[in-house]
């Protein structure tokens, strides 16, 4: 089935180093990925998507790169800062679904340390 | 502009009251979601809406789940005789159409706790 899982729970970096987010998935028919950020108390706020023509995708201080290959992506954020503090869900969209539903995996905690 | 705002943000609940939920998107967003999200997990899909077309239900939890947007607007997520397991923060996310609609934009949420 479709799953969409992450390999660290938690991730600790000094501010102003770059921050990596990996993200595994299972469907090699997956051709869409999302990564959003969400902050303590806040909902999910998109941030970067990639679909799977595309290796590598840049946005404002964030990088994703999709390796369909090993069915691995991940979200790179450059000079982290202590903004950037939040938990990060890479999703999808199931197979077969065009309706906008996503799954979403477990998460991601960045902590940034001053 | 106004983002996607749900009421009420909290809500305690003793184990077999009803609870109404209310989301109101982003005006314009044709699409409407509503997801699941228990602590420390991601959010789970309940129901998706288009316009007031409720076109998948597929992750509502039980019949006593009931989504509705009537106008095409506002939403309102029903949990009748409320179990300790439908403790959880149910978000609310709105979105346009046609390429877009996976950049959903999500509300605060509201934070049930069926005690």
């Known amino acids: 089935g479709e799953s969409v899982g992450l390999h660290l729970p938690t991730l600790s970096v000094q501010e102003g180093d770059n921050s990596i987010i990996n993200c595994a998935y299972s469907?090699?028919?997956?051709?869409?990925f999302i990564w959003y950020k969400q902050e303590s108390g806040k909902g999910p706020q998109f941030i970067i998507d990639?679909?799977?023509?595309?290796d590598k995708r840049q946005g404002q201080r964030v990088t994703v790169l999709l390796n369909k290959t090993v069915k691995h992506l991940s979200l790179q954020i450059a000079a982290t800062q202590p903004g950037d503090s939040a938990v990060y869900f890479c999703?999808?969209?199931?197979?077969?679904?065009?309706?906008?539903?996503?799954?979403f995996g477990q998460g991601t905690e960045l902590s940034v340390k001053p | 502009g106004a983002g996607v705002s749900q009421s009420p943000r909290y809500k305690v609940a003793k184990r077999g009251q009803d609870v109404a939920l209310r989301c109101d998107p982003i005006?314009?967003?044709?699409?409407l979601f509503w997801y699941q999200q228990a602590l420390g997990q991601g959010p789970e899909f309940l129901t998706y809406?288009?316009?007031?077309?409720?076109?998948?239900k597929s992750g509502l939890p039980s019949d006593r789940f009931f989504a509705e947007r009537p106008e095409g607007s506002v939403s309102t997520l029903k949990i009748q005789r409320t179990q300790q397991e439908d403790s959880a923060v149910y978000l609310c996310?709105?979105?346009?159409?046609?390429?877009?609609?996976?950049?959903?934009?999500f509300g605060p949420g509201t934070r049930l706790t069926v005690t």
């Open positions: 990639i679909r799977s023509n595309m």
């Open positions: 005006s314009g967003h044709v699409s």
């Open positions: 996310a709105s979105s346009q159409t046609s390429g877009r609609v996976y950049e959903q934009y």
């Open positions: 999703a999808e969209p199931p197979q077969y679904n065009q309706g906008g539903k996503l799954i």
């Open positions: 809406f288009q316009n007031e077309a409720q076109l998948d």
């Open positions: 469907n090699s028919a997956s051709d869409y």
